[in-house]
C-alpha cells in the first residue's frame, strides 16, 4: 500500500474520531462513484429505443433535448426517473458512509437528487437536497409551492410507453393553472422550494451556526466545478475561517484546493469504497 495513502486515511481517521460535527456534501462523483453512472451498459441498456431514435449518448445531455411533445417529454422521463429514483436500490457506498458518519454529529448537503443518503439510513431531517428531487413533480412555470410524489405515475408511464411516447391521458397537469408539469430538479427559475425544502435549508443553516469555529470534519464527496456555490467553495471557505476545521476531499480528478488550507485538507483520488472502508476500519 502506498505509504502516503496509508498516512492520508491514518489522517482522516483522526479527524473523524476527533470531530465534534460533521458536514458530508455529495455531488454528482459520489453517485457514479455507487455506480449510479449516466454513461455506458447502464444507459444503452435501458434506453436502446430512445437512442436509436434521438440520437443519445448519455443521460444527463438527453435531460435536455427539447421533446416535441408532453407524450415525448414524460416517456423520456418517466424511464430516467424509474430507473435512478426506483428501480437502483440502497448503494453500498452510501450504506458504507453512514456507517463513517453515523455516530456523530452530522448533516448533508447535497447536489444530487434520488434519494440515496435516505435509502443508506441517513436521516431525513438530516439531508438537505437543494437541487430538488426526482421523486417529486411541479408545475413547470413554479404557480404554486405544492410538490406532488410521482411513483405510481412514473410507474404507469413506463409501463404504457410505446415508441417512444406515452398515451395523452397520462400526460400530468398542473392542478392550479392547468399547464404543464415538471421533474422537481432546478434547471430553471421556476424551480419550486416547497416548505420541505425551506425547513431543510433553515436545518441546515442551524447546523453551520451550531458547529462554528468548533472541531468540524467537512467531508467534500466527489464535487466537481458544475455548481461550486454549493458545497466546494463554501467548503472552502468555511475550512480556512475555522483553525479547529479539517476538509476531507475525496475527489478522483479535481483533487486541488485552495493553498491557505493546503495544510488542513486530506485529498483521495483513490476508489471511494475502498477509503471508506480503509477509514471505518480504524473506527471500529
Not at 435512478?84 to 447535497?110: A, C, M, P, W
Not at 433553515?202 to 456555490?229: A, D
Not at 466546494?232 to 476538509?247: D, V
Request: hydrophobic letters at 35%; aromatic letters at 14%; glycine letters at 8%.
Amino acid at each position: 500500500m502506498n505509504a502516503n495513502y496509508q498516512q492520508r486515511i491514518d489522517q482522516a481517521k483522526t479527524a473523524i474520531q476527533e470531530a465534534d460535527y460533521i458536514l458530508l456534501g455529495g455531488g454528482a462523483g459520489l453517485s457514479a462513484a455507487a455506480g449510479i453512472t449516466f454513461t455506458g451498459k447502464r444507459f444503452t441498456d435501458y434506453f436502446g429505443d430512445f437512442i436509436e431514435k434521438y440520437g443519445f449518448t448519455d443521460l444527463y445531455s438527453s435531460g435536455f433535448y427539447p421533446f416535441e411533445t408532453q407524450e415525448d417529454k414524460w416517456a423520456y422521463w418517466a424511464r430516467h426517473i424509474q430507473l435512478n429514483r426506483y428501480d437502483t436500490g440502497t448503494t453500498q457506498l452510501y450504506l458504507d458512509l453512514y456507517d463513517l458518519v453515523k455516530e456523530k454529529q452530522h448533516f448533508v448537503i447535497s447536489t444530487n437528487v434520488e434519494s440515496q443518503f435516505e435509502k443508506a439510513g441517513f436521516a431525513s431531517d438530516a439531508v438537505f437536497e437543494i437541487q430538488g428531487n426526482y421523486g417529486y413533480l411541479q408545475c413547470e412555470k413554479g404557480c404554486h409551492d405544492t410538490l406532488y410524489d410521482n411513483e405510481e405515475l412514473v410507474k404507469k408511464m413506463v409501463a404504457q410507453t410505446v415508441d417512444c411516447k406515452i398515451p395523452t391521458s397520462l400526460v400530468p397537469n398542473c392542478p392550479v393553472c392547468g399547464g404543464a408539469m415538471d421533474v422537481n430538479l432546478r434547471i430553471n427559475e421556476y424551480f419550486v422550494q416547497d416548505e420541505q425544502w425551506q425547513m431543510s435549508e433553515r436545518l441546515y443553516r442551524s447546523f453551520l451556526q451550531t458547529s462554528e469555529n468548533l472541531n468540524v470534519v467537512y467531508m467534500e464527496l466527489g464535487v466537481g466545478f458544475n455548481t461550486p456555490g454549493i458545497i466546494r467553495y463554501p467548503f472552502e471557505r468555511m475550512t480556512y475561517h475555522n483553525e479547529r476545521a479539517t476538509l476531507i476531499r475525496l475527489n478522483r480528478d479535481e483533487p486541488a484546493g485552495i493553498a491557505e488550507n493546503q495544510h488542513k485538507t486530506i485529498a483521495f483520488t483513490e476508489d471511494m469504497s475502498q477509503v471508506f472502508r480503509d477509514i471505518e476500519r480504524g473506527n471500529t
